[in-house]
């Protein structure tokens, strides 16, 4: 089925989106503060791990198979 496929790609590609701008703050230490709360970058390992899998969660189900 092509929806599903298509579905699983763009929700993969956000996934992908969300592990990169993690990894993106790790490396570069980037302080986030919101309402002034200050987050640690322990969170953004988090982020990029269960991110990270989601999208390739995501990928590995859309890819063609021939199988409906």
Do not use: C
Not at 12 to 30: D, E, N, S
């Amino acid at each position: 089925m092509k929806n599903k496929d298509l579905a699983l790609k763009v929700a993969g590609t956000i996934f992908a989106l969300g592990a990169v701008m993690h990894l993106v703050r790790l490396l570069r230490q980037v302080p986030m503060v919101v309402n002034g709360v200050d987050f640690p970058l322990r969170g953004s390992v988090i982020g990029v791990l269960i991110a990270g899998s989601l999208a390739f969660w995501m990928f590995y189900n859309a890819r063609d198979n021939g199988e409906d």
